[in-house]
């Protein structure tokens, strides 16, 4: 069952665009990841662990715009401390697609 939130609740969720500026190999994560360095403008530099090695070379991720939940408590994957949550969704083999602006956006640019 979807349990309804207020909008209230919504804005505390802050949600921005960011560019992907460093890609690198997670060989700690349990699951196949990618660790993360994305610039989201104003609000700096955040680093962020990725299971999305299944659809994305770390080529192609390289300036690739994305779409993260900046204001999550910090937290400690394997070795990695994870600064943000970069949204996704599952496709019909669980593996994640990335959500991603459609045209360019500034860093740091707000969902809503």
């Known amino acids: 069952m ?12 802050q949600i921005r665009a960011g560019t992907i500026i460093e890609v ?6 349990r699951k196949s990841a990618y660790q993360l360095t994305i610039d989201f403008g104003e609000l700096g530099l955040k680093r962020s662990s990725a299971q999305i090695t299944h659809h994305y070379s770390k080529e192609e991720l390289m300036g690739k715009q994305i779409i993260a939940v900046v204001n999550f408590p910090v937290k400690q994957i394997a070795n ?33």
Do not use: R
Not at 2 to 13: A, P, S
Not at 24 to 29: I, L, M, T
């Open 80 to 112: 990695f401390f994870s600064e943000c949550l970069v949204l996704g969704v599952y496709d019909e083999n669980k593996e994640v697609v990335l959500v991603t602006p459609d045209k360019p956006v500034q860093n740091g640019g707000s969902i809503g």
């Open 24 to 29: 690198s190999d997670f060989p700690n994560a």
């Open 2 to 13: 979807n349990e309804l939130i207020t909008w209230n609740d919504f804005e505390k969720v």
